[in-house]
């Protein structure tokens, strides 16, 4: 079903509910080989639901139907020297897809940042309102199209991470801020993984305002690791913060500079996870940063490979062996971690999201119950 | 006062003596207060407007404590109020004459800090401005400061979503918290977030910061923090009028330039304020901004000029800016002090906090004046501008008759005005009592039943804070019905913002 209104998925819903069939959302489809598969399910594709309801980049805020491509909306706030602030990852590649075929509904619900989450907040910090069909199939709005509110609950927040689990979103309004003038990344060489983290953690508690910190290691970088400090901001000021960064860098070897196109092209990998492209098993396992080496060191040894980004608070792991070991790596460092990429089979056995304690599992069902309480959305997908 | 509350149960009031004393049971000695005198200090918090005596308080100083209250209250049908350190501006602390207020001042420590993973595990009594105290010494910082700051618990905080003049560019609250430990209204005790980013599954911490207390008390919080950037210039800017102020926050938005704080205040304001503490605001201007930048030096002195261009192309009349830090501060005197000043050329005020899209300013403050003749009472505004969230101050006498009500109409005009262009009812306050009878002006039926469904999912029996945030109180059953009849849903095409 590809509804072209909100009254077209006020429908489908409403069908869904009376006829027992379950709804999977869909936006630009990178991401559906992520979660068990749903043979049963009916897709819902919200790509028809599409364009800018609203743009005013003065008042930082931009209101966009959920089918709107996400390259098309980069490519509107960018031409306003802003960006999308959560710097949303894309899963197009190493699904098997292609690059930029994300929706902005997508990215939002599924709640995937990239590299700049660190400094900059998440799709979580960024979606200030939506109007949305819940599995009642009655249109709601929550949230504003103003970036400072507190009235009533913060419903936007579920929003981003719901994947399709609570209603579909048929409006939203995001945060946008503008994009730095300059980027330049500053690295150095060698480090094993703890020295790694312990340097990103001196740069992220220094004031040199780091924008983006990630650790390729030597498997992952001709056989030397690299540790790699990114800093956005205005001309001079990127300047000054260089020469601090470099200063820091220096007690571990020469610093390297990558500029311009190198810095581009550096942090377009991660966007899109290059380094680790392929079909392994691939997690992506959220830590506090100093649990980071902790994960790798159980996993390594056994054939992973795997890189940090977020100073180590996000470790992407490619890894075939049993998911029993990432989970209780990932939980032993006080995270939790995603199955993101997996054959069919695993993937209808191995949850996709991290099991939550017992208490919260009841909680998270309850608030599901509270948005569809005939489970139109229970795809059995999450 | 014309505030309805629910009707207190003669039930529970009839057994006040029993649940003090199986309160005593789980909380001993001091902790649990039942006397007249001992309750009077909590019959109210910072709107003192309105005041309402708990049947009881009780000061648990563990979560277990906490669990046992609650788990207990539940089973008995007993109301509760959490309260942190009753500085909410909308009533989110009143109490229920037929309910127990449950204070968490108690939990006053800091637990751990991690300057590794950069944040801080902190009980929720601790004060805003004690966080940044425990991490100062090695260069950090907690980031949103309420004015509050040196007197609200990061409990109100998590409660209230709490903001403050540098969450144009640090966050709110919501964007500052990892984690907590949460209390249910049934005594279970669970863990949202952590000390990482992002939750595994649904973002539940993020729907219990700001629920105002409606969602589960909190025990724990794990908070972001930063390290202090390297300096802060400000600049005082005066503009003949308060377009050219408006157009000038607007163009430094727009030209990519994210201020740490950008304040705006009207001409009463600034008189006000220059009266009290005489730091040379500028008198002979309509509206003055104070826009303060920080980062490391280059950056500082990089946009100081590029503001100061910004602010000249857009007619301003008097600029300086800060050349050290005893100038920056005096700066901001007058804004720190607006509130008092305000207070010293009026026996009373209302302070009001709606949020509108900022290019609205003009015809809001225009509406306003129109507002403050019919009414016969003034209004100065001082402006939160970077971020559109307005503070009209409204001046009254509560001694005259009649004038608390009008400023109360007043206030309400003021928040609807705000949600007819596209704006909201409370930008950092929250809803509490305050704002309770003007949720329907922003939000549809449908809109606030679906916020207590939510409700209802954390407590179904209705227990914790009622009366808060919600004009009208639905049974769990009534708004988990489906209506759906042949396809058709019932309101298909209701207006909405």
Redesign the interface.
């Given at each position: 079903m590809r509804p072209t209104t909100e009254q077209e998925v006020r429908d489908a819903i409403a069908d869904a509910i009376r006829s027992g069939a379950t709804l999977d959302i869909k936006g630009g489809g990178s991401k559906a080989a992520i979660g068990a598969p749903r043979p049963e399910a009916t897709v819902l594709d919200l790509s028809a639901i599409a364009g800018v309801v609203d743009y005013d980049p003065a008042e930082l805020v931009l209101t966009v139907r959920p089918g709107t491509p996400l390259a098309e909306v980069e490519a509107l706030v960018a031409e306003r020297g802003q960006r999308v602030a959560f710097d949303p990852f894309d899963h197009g590649p190493i699904l098997g897809g292609t690059a930029g075929a994300a929706t902005i509904g997508g990215v939002v619900a599924a709640g995937v940042s990239g590299s700049l989450r660190l400094s900059g907040g998440g799709a979580r910090d960024h979606l200030l309102g939506l109007r949305a069909v819940s599995g009642r199939g009655e249109v709601f709005v929550a949230g504003a199209k103003v970036v400072k509110n507190v009235t009533g609950y913060d419903l936007p927040k579920l929003a981003a991470g719901s994947r399709g689990r609570l209603f579909a979103i048929t409006e939203m309004t995001l945060k946008v801020l503008p994009r730095a003038p300059i980027a330049a990344t500053r690295a150095v060489a060698g480090l094993d993984p703890a020295a790694a983290v312990r340097l990103m953690a001196a740069a992220m508690g220094s004031q040199a305002e780091v924008g983006a910190a990630a650790y390729l290691p030597a498997a992952l970088n001709h056989g030397q690791s690299l540790t790699l400090l990114r800093l956005l901001g205005f001309g001079p000021s990127v300047a000054a913060r260089c020469r601090m960064i470099e200063t820091l860098l220096g007690a571990h070897g020469a610093a390297v500079a990558l500029d311009g196109d190198e810095d581009t092209a550096c942090w377009a990998a991660l966007r899109t996870l290059a380094p680790l492209a392929g079909d392994t098993c691939l997690w992506r396992v959220n830590v506090p940063p100093s649990g980071a080496p902790s994960v790798v060191t159980a996993l390594e040894p056994l054939g992973s490979r795997w890189l940090f980004d977020w100073a180590g608070g996000l470790v992407w792991i490619a890894f075939d062996g049993d998911a029993a070991l990432v989970r209780n790596a990932a939980t032993a460092a006080g995270g939790h971690a995603m199955l993101i990429r997996a054959p069919e089979a695993l993937r209808a056995a191995v949850p996709a999201l991290h099991p939550p304690a017992p208490g919260v599992a009841a909680l998270e069902e309850r608030v599901r119950r509270a948005f569809d309480p005939a489970g139109v959305f229970e795809t059995g997908r999450f | 006062m014309t505030l309805k509350m629910p009707q207190p149960e003669a039930a529970v009031l009839a057994r006040r003596a029993a649940i003090v004393a199986a309160l005593r049971r789980i909380v001993p000695g001091e902790g649990v207060i039942a006397d007249p005198d001992g309750l009077r200090p909590f019959e109210s918090d910072g709107l003192t407007a309105y005041r309402q005596p708990p049947m009881v308080v009780v000061l648990p100083e563990t979560t277990e404590q906490v669990s046992q209250v609650l788990r207990w209250c539940h089973d008995e049908g007993v109301k509760v109020v959490p309260r942190g350190s009753g500085t909410s501006l909308s009533g989110g602390a009143l109490p229920l004459a037929d309910g127990v207020l449950l204070g968490l001042s108690k939990f006053n420590r800091v637990l751990e800090v991690?300057?590794?993973?950069?944040?801080a595990v902190v009980q929720p009594g601790v004060t805003n401005l004690a966080v940044t105290q425990a991490v100062e010494a090695r260069?950090?910082y907690y980031a949103p400061d309420p004015s509050s700051q040196i007197a609200c618990s990061i409990g109100g905080n998590v409660a209230?979503?709490s903001?403050g003049v540098h969450?144009?560019k640090y966050?709110?609250t919501?964007?500052n918290v990892l984690g907590v430990e949460l209390v249910?209204m049934d005594g279970?005790?669970?863990?949202?977030g952590?000390?990482?980013?992002?939750?595994?599954?649904?973002?539940?911490?993020?729907?219990v910061?700001?629920?105002e207390g409606l969602l589960g008390v909190v025990t724990e919080v794990t908070v972001r923090i930063l390290?202090?950037?390297?300096g802060a210039r400000a600049l005082l800017i005066g503009f003949p009028s308060v377009e050219s102020a408006g157009q000038c926050v607007?163009?430094v938005?727009?030209g990519?330039?994210?201020p740490a704080g950008m304040e705006m205040m009207d001409r009463l304001a600034i008189e006000a304020a220059e009266a009290f503490v005489k730091v040379g605001y500028p008198l002979d201007v309509d509206a003055l901004l104070i826009v303060e930048l920080d980062?490391?030096?280059?950056?500082c002195?990089?946009?100081i000029d590029e503001v100061t261009r910004i602010a000249e192309a857009n007619g301003s009349t008097t600029l300086s800016a800060s050349r050290d830090e005893a100038e920056r501060l005096a700066f901001w005197a007058g804004r720190k002090a607006a509130f008092p000043a305000v207070g010293r050329i009026s026996p009373d005020y209302y302070c009001m906090d709606g949020?509108?899209?900022?290019?609205r300013l003009p015809d809001v403050l225009e509406r306003m004046a129109q507002l403050s003749a019919k009414y016969g009472l003034g209004v100065a505004n001082v402006f939160?501008a970077g971020?559109?969230?307005l503070h009209p101050l409204i001046l009254y006498d509560a001694n005259k008759p009649g004038e608390l009500d009008r400023a109360e109409a007043f206030g309400s005009d003021i928040l609807r005005l705000c949600v007819e262009v596209?704006?909201?009812?409370?930008?950092?306050?929250?809803?509490g009592v305050e704002?309770r009878d003007l949720?329907p002006d922003?939000?549809?039926e449908?809109?606030?039943?679906?916020?207590q469904?939510?409700?209802?999912?954390?407590d179904p029996k209705g227990l914790l804070n009622p009366g808060k945030?919600f004009p009208t109180l639905h049974r769990c059953a009534e708004l988990?019905r489906?209506h759906?009849h042949r396809?058709?849903?019932?309101?298909?095409d209701?207006p909405?913002?």
């Open positions: - | 991690d300057y590794d993973d950069r944040l260069g950090f209230e979503n903001g969450c144009l966050g709110l919501t964007n249910m279970e005790i669970v863990r949202l952590g000390r990482h980013l992002d939750a595994a599954g649904l973002d539940l911490l993020g729907v910061v700001g629920s390290p202090k950037p390297e607007a163009d938005i727009a990519g330039i994210i980062g490391v030096g280059a950056e002195d990089h946009l949020t509108i899209p900022r290019r939160h971020d559109g969230n596209g704006g909201v009812l409370t930008g950092e306050h929250g809803v704002k949720m922003m939000f549809g449908e809109d606030l039943a679906q916020q469904r939510v409700k209802c999912a954390f945030v988990g489906m759906i396809g058709q849903v019932p309101h298909p209701l909405r913002f």
